[in-house]
């Protein structure tokens, strides 16, 4: 099934963006600062929504992966 389908999957692709984004952001920041607008621009705020809610999503990473590991079928 397509993660656009399933309210898991698609929680999980979006946590999956915003952690690679702000990893990427840390190491070279010029990738996505230079397109902070249009298409490109989701990369750059999901970044910044890595930064600055860090803390929320490193708990919402750790329950997808207990949720993952030990609840599903």
Do not use: Q
């Amino acid at each position: 099934m397509s993660a656009l389908f399933n309210f898991e999957s698609l929680l999980f692709t979006f946590l999956l963006l915003i952690c690679t984004c702000a990893y990427v952001h840390a190491y070279k920041a010029s990738w996505l600062d230079n397109n902070k607008h249009g298409l490109r621009g989701i990369f750059y705020k999901s970044a910044r929504i890595g930064e600055r809610l860090s803390p929320w999503v490193s708990l919402a990473c750790i329950g997808m992966a207990v949720r993952l590991l030990f609840f599903s079928s």
